[in-house]
């Protein structure tokens, strides 16, 4: 089966996300809990060991740039998770709202070797997490860290976990009622209409104009020439590299 973009899109505009029961499943259900985990974009919990993980730059870090092998990373069992819910449907539903410019990555390496990393889908001002995964001690907390200073760096006001796990408590993470959530989602979507091209774009009438996605250029990875292209969001596709120590700053400093 596939998953139409469209769908897709309009699903997380209201609150709904595709899981499978197995990486083998042919099939993908529609999940909308009643439950919902974030991360508040200024409660990201930077403990003393982690920001010294980061300043060090024990991983290399980058954006958009292997986001089929963080997909496919996320997708592997693990002894610590023998199975997964992302089949093939949904693996190629991702990789194909990358390369429309709405699914982004970000990938932890050591050496040549991609060790960790996340990704998932950005609408408007908000980030809904698919996935992470981590190979080498901190590679997942490193890469969320990440995340969430370019979030905060690019205005985003919600990054949704959907499911609450005790390792995403420990960063920061709440849990609130569906209702809540939606309220936050209406106001991180607000101004936004799902239109043609790389993002959400205003259309100044509030209401969602037709979608008719042509195939595009994946989003400039870190350290590609982004001159001449208007990626959404810039928090997440700016170019060159980013030192540990900023993140750092962007994570500690108030508003």
């Given at each position: ?5 469209v ?27 009643k ?7 200024d ?28 997909v ?97 408590r ?86």
């Amino acid at each position: 089966m596939m998953i139409d973009p469209v769908l897709l899109l309009k699903a997380y505009a209201i609150g709904v996300f595709p899981m499978s029961d197995d990486r083998d499943a042919p099939d993908v259900y529609w999940v909308e809990p009643k439950k919902r985990a974030i991360l508040p974009l200024d409660g990201f919990r930077l403990s003393r060991s982690l920001a010294k993980v980061i300043r060090q730059e024990r991983f290399r870090v980058t954006a958009n740039h292997d986001f089929a092998g963080i997909v496919a990373l996320c997708a592997q069992a693990a002894p610590d998770r023998p199975s997964t819910w992302i089949n093939g449907p949904i693996e190629r539903a991702y990789r194909h709202l990358h390369a429309i410019g709405f699914a982004h990555s970000i990938e932890c390496w050591e050496g040549d070797d991609l060790v960790g990393g996340l990704y998932g889908v950005a609408i408007g001002r908000a980030f809904f997490g698919e996935s992470m995964v981590s190979r080498r001690t901190d590679a997942s907390k490193v890469a969320l860290a990440w995340l969430v200073a370019r979030l905060r760096a690019g205005g985003f006001t919600l990054l949704d976990c959907q499911f609450m796990t005790d390792h995403l408590r420990s960063l920061g993470a709440v849990e609130i009622d569906q209702a809540d959530y939606l309220g936050l989602l209406d106001g991180a979507l607000d101004g936004v209409a799902l239109g043609t091209g790389r993002g959400w774009l205003a259309d100044g009438s509030g209401a969602a104009a037709s979608v008719a996605f042509e195939p595009l250029a994946a989003l400039p990875a870190d350290g590609e020439d982004a001159s001449g292209t208007s990626p959404l969001p810039p928090s997440l596709t700016v170019p060159g590299p980013v030192s540990g120590q900023l993140i750092v700053q962007l994570l500690t400093q108030t508003s």
